[in-house]
């Protein structure tokens, strides 16, 4: 057996792979490593998953004349830069040398598959979301008109979460919202976590209503909102969900399921300030409804009081009349009466006075009638005896006298 020595052994590997390799190949990979160095010049580290298992590996090289084309267009088409976790379809070249071994030469990259390979990914999340019924949920909830309490879930450093406080706390209206920071990170592999362990803090609070919000970034940069788990959690979250994710050119899946999607973190304070502004107006308009019926019922019964008054005075001054007359007839069938009342008076005592007059001692005595008196008093029926004395009381005299004798009279 002929003996090689190791370089000779390279080379013959070397030459048999450019024999019967082609110039070039399509592959599909993902990045699982990527440096520039000083010189422009990109080296890479491709891989191969099922599942979260590495099955194949290998090194790859985009030289600094090529990766300034290459990485620019995949910039302009994808909006994103090329990154850890892309799944790329590249146009690479084996190479094999005699000290570094075996690597690819990277000459072009498909910047459309790796769209197709993102929107791929999200259709799969949305149409999980949707079979789980749940796409909806967060929307259907009632958003508070004037939210008292607001959760936000941000990165404290954040230039969006600096737009949105400035915003709430200076608005021009004097409104006072009580705002909470739950922070999290907002970008990159751990986001999703993150993002779901503030959601997890927030249900002990006192909040009404929750608010995404980071400024805006690459596409590569907002991936972790269209996170199956992260996006769950926020379709079932039990509080309304508004979203100022900050991107103009796509909407992730976060904003899909959140109560309301609105572009930026100034935009959804605005948002907030005008339920206030609405509210308000709203209560204006009330009072000023309030206030014109107010007034026309005022207005109206007004009227109808005085429509009131004008007849109750007709009614009481016709009322009055009549009882005037009334009471003249009254008074003249009174007059009438007393005076007819009076001239019978007078006939009858006339006629009292002259049986009076009549029945008076005198005319009696005048008739040669006497009264007797015993002791100061008529005799009447009461008997006398001899020797007591008697008054005897004639129409011109006073006879005292003494009674010789006093015999019974049987004959009355």
Partial sequence: MQELSLSELNLQIKKTLEEQLAASYWVVAEIAQ?????????????????????????????????????????????????????????????????????????????????????????????????????????????LPQVPQNIAIISSETAAGYGDFINQIEHNGYGYKVHHYLFSASMQGDKAPESIINALHQIIDSDADVVVIIRGGGS???????????????????????????????DTSIADMVAHTQLKTPTAVAEFI??????????????????????????????????????????????KLQASKAKLASITQNIAHSSAFQLANSENRLKSIEQKINLLNPKHLLKKGYSVIYKNG????????????????????????????????????
């Fill in 34 to 142: 990527i440096q520039v160095n000083s010189s422009g010049h990109c080296y890479l580290e491709l891989v191969q998953k099922e599942g979260n298992q590495v099955i194949a590996k290998a090194r790859a090289t985009i030289w600094a004349y090529s990766y300034r084309n290459i990485s620019a267009w995949f910039a302009r088409i994808t909006g994103n830069d090329l990154t850890v976790g892309m799944r790329i379809l590249a146009n690479t070249k084996v190479t094999y040398h005699e000290v570094y071994g075996l690597s690819l030469n990277i000459k072009d990259i498909d910047p459309s598959f790796t769209l197709g390979e993102r929107e791929k990914a999200r259709q799969e999340v949305i149409a999980r979301l949707e079979a789980d019924g749940i796409m909806e949920m967060n929307k259907e909830l009632e």
């Fill in 219 to 249: 596409q590569l940069d907002l991936d972790c909102f269209d996170d199956y788990n992260l996006c769950s959690h926020i379709a079932q979250f039990p509080l309304p969900i508004l979203t100022g994710i900050g991107h103009e050119r």
């Fill in 273 to 318: 300030i005008q339920g206030f502004i609405e509210y308000q107006s709203s209560i204006n308009d009330l009072f000023s409804s309030i206030s014109s019926v107010a007034t026309d019922y005022i207005y109206t019964e007004k009227e109808t009081l005085n429509q009131i008054s004008t007849r109750m005075n007709l009614e009481i001054q016709q």
């Fill in 377 to 412: 008093k008529p005799l009447g029926s009461t008997k006398v005896s001899a020797n007591e004395q008697i008054d005897i009381i004639t129409a011109n005299q006073r006879i005292l006298s003494t009674v010789d004798k006093a015999i019974e009279n049987t004959e009355l």
